[in-house]
C-alpha cells in the first residue's frame, strides 16, 4: 500500500527557534499533501493543503508567515514552524494523495515540544 | 459548521467481546462518511467508508452503516482481537479533500 513517512518523529526545541518536519510519499507521487495538527484528546485540524508546484492553502486562523508549507516535488512536502513557542507544541500530521484518488494515506506524525 | 463527535475513550474490551464504538455527525447536505484507524507508532489508516445514506461500509470485520435519519455511522465488530487496539477515529468529507475528524476513541482489548 501507498506508504507516508515523516522527519522526525520527535523533536524538542527552544523557544524561538524554527523547526522543520518532513513529509515524504515513499511509493507513489503525491499530487496533494495536507497538514494536520492535533492538540491532546482534541480531533486532527487540517491547517493546510499544497498542490505540487503552488502556494498552499491555509484554513482560516492558520497563521501562513508561522507556518511555512513548501511542497517542491511529487514526494516531499515540508513544514517549517518559525519562531516557535510553548504554544505551538503539538502532534502535527501529514497526509498525501495521488491525482484522481480521493483516498488521502497519512504518516505516522511528529510530536513537537516547544520549552 | 460541519462537526464530528466520538464517544470518549478508551474502550476497554475481553478478547472476543463485541464492539461498538459510537459516531454522530452534524452536516450540511450528504456528506461521505469514513472511519479511520491509527495503530501505535503508524499513520492512520483508511479503515472503512460509506458515501450516502444506508450505505454500510466494512473490512476487517468491522462495520458501520451511514444512518442519515439519526446522523450516525457506529463502528461494530462481533469479536474482537488483541491485534484491533488502536485508535479509532469517524470523519467526514463533503467529496473535496477537506476531512473533518472525531476526536478519536482508544479501544484496549485484553486477552
Known amino acids: 500500500g501507498a506508504v507516508v513517512s515523516q522527519h522526525p518523529s520527535r523533536v524538542i526545541c527552544k523557544s524561538g527557534t524554527s523547526v522543520k518536519i518532513e513529509c515524504r510519499s515513499l511509493?507513489?507521487?503525491?499530487?496533494?499533501m495536507f497538514w494536520y495538527r492535533q492538540f491532546p484528546k482534541q480531533s486532527l485540524m487540517l491547517m493546510a493543503t499544497?498542490?505540487?508546484?503552488?502556494?498552499?492553502?491555509?484554513e482560516q486562523g492558520v497563521e501562513k508567515d508561522k507556518f511555512l508549507i513548501n511542497h517542491a516535488s511529487l514526494t516531499l512536502s515540508t513544514l517549517t514552524v518559525t519562531s516557535a513557542h510553548p504554544e505551538d507544541s503539538s502532534f502535527y500530521i501529514c497526509?498525501?494523495?495521488?491525482?484522481?484518488?480521493?483516498?488521502?494515506?497519512f504518516g505516522p506524525g511528529t510530536r513537537l515540544t516547544v520549552l | 459548521g460541519d462537526s464530528v463527535t466520538q464517544m470518549e475513550g478508551p474502550v476497554t474490551l475481553s478478547e472476543e467481546a463485541f464492539l461498538t464504538i459510537n459516531c454522530t455527525y452534524t452536516?450540511?447536505?450528504?456528506?461521505?462518511l469514513f472511519w479511520y484507524v491509527q495503530y501505535p507508532g503508524e499513520g492512520l489508516q483508511l479503515l472503512l467508508k460509506?458515501?450516502?445514506?444506508?450505505d454500510k461500509g466494512s473490512n476487517k470485520g468491522f462495520e458501520a452503516t451511514y444512518r442519515k435519519e439519526t446522523t450516525s455511522f457506529h463502528l461494530e465488530k462481533g469479536s474482537v482481537q488483541v491485534s484491533d487496539s488502536a485508535v479509532y477515529f469517524c470523519?467526514?468529507?463533503?467529496?473535496?479533500?477537506?476531512?473533518?475528524f472525531g476526536t478519536g476513541t482508544r479501544l484496549q482489548v485484553f486477552p
Open positions: 497526509s498525501a494523495r495521488t491525482g484522481g484518488l480521493h483516498e488521502q494515506f
Open positions: 511509493d507513489f507521487q503525491a499530487t496533494t
Open positions: 499544497s498542490n505540487e508546484g503552488s502556494k498552499a492553502t491555509y
Open positions: 460509506a458515501t450516502k445514506a444506508d
Open positions: 452536516a450540511t447536505g450528504y456528506p461521505s
Open positions: 470523519a467526514l468529507s463533503h467529496n473535496t479533500d477537506k476531512l473533518i
